[in-house]
């Protein structure tokens, strides 16, 4: 396996710094995390490793270093809400100690995201992570693009409450990301990225309903990922294939640029 070139001088834990991504199931190839390296490597300028979390590790790029997605103690046959992603936060995860920036794989990229990591947290257990587009005032995070402290036991207990308390929880809360901001908040430090950074397609690409109709989405100035969330993904965006019949979406072309 070939990794990306890191400095010969010694590294210490908290110089470490990792994209990790997850993928399961078959909603989506090992292309999506390919593309998403692809992204990584051309805007990120700093030393990176890439790791994906995944059940089915065919095809994906060799630069990409995959390990098995942890096992959760959750009863079976439930929903998903995203809850393997609050696996990320395991005091140990296999190998891997230091700075990890957690992005979705169906992003897209469309400038240098370096500010990820050299953004100045104002607690050492913060996690940065996106605020919500729609209801902002809720205080509860997107979790499409987060950092954290991985592997140092800096957040020791927030996967097992999960598991310990799930029945408890997933009857206050719909989806992991809910649980992961309330949980920092009330144990940890939980920071929100510069608003411009992370947009979303939906509801700041699309335009508004009835000009959706006759104008493209466009690309909001400063905006460094674009998030993908409801029914649209970026192939979607590309070839004009719309969710909500009254949030029509014409072909993207400049999707097309960025994601590959």
Request: charged residues 20%; aromatic residues 14%; hydrophobic residues 35%.
């Amino acid at each position: 396996m070939t990794l990306p070139n890191y400095t010969s001088a010694p590294t210490l834990p908290d110089e470490n710094r990792y994209i990790i991504c997850m993928k399961w199931g078959t909603k989506y190839g090992a292309e999506y995390v390919n593309r998403l390296y692809n992204m990584v490597n051309r805007h990120l300028t700093l030393p990176f490793q890439m790791v994906c979390l995944t059940d089915d590790s065919t095809g994906i790029d060799a630069n990409v270093k995959c390990y098995s997605i942890p096992e959760l103690n959750l009863p079976s046959n439930i929903p998903e809400r995203g809850w393997k992603k609050l696996t990320t936060f395991s005091p140990e995860l296999y190998d891997l100690k230091g700075t990890a920036l957690f992005l979705d794989i169906d992003i897209v990229i469309v400038d240098n995201i370096d500010c990820f990591f050299t953004y100045q947290a104002q607690h050492d257990d913060s996690v940065v992570i996106i605020r919500d587009w729609k209801k902002p005032w809720r205080m509860v995070g997107n979790s499409s693009v987060y950092r954290f402290k991985v592997g140092q036991h800096t957040y020791p207990n927030l996967l097992s409450n999960f598991e310990q308390n799930f029945d408890t929880i997933r009857s206050q809360v719909r989806h992991e990301q809910a649980y992961l901001s309330n949980y920092l908040r009330e144990h940890h430090h939980l920071e929100y990225w510069d608003a411009s950074w992370c947009v979303s397609f939906k509801y700041q690409c699309v335009q508004p309903f009835p000009l959706s109709f006759v104008k493209p989405p466009i690309l909001p100035k400063n905006a460094k990922i674009v998030i993908f969330h409801g029914e649209v993904n970026p192939p979607d965006a590309i070839m004009g294939k719309s969710g909500k019949w009254y949030r029509k979406v014409l072909p993207t072309n400049w999707i097309r640029d960025y994601w590959r």
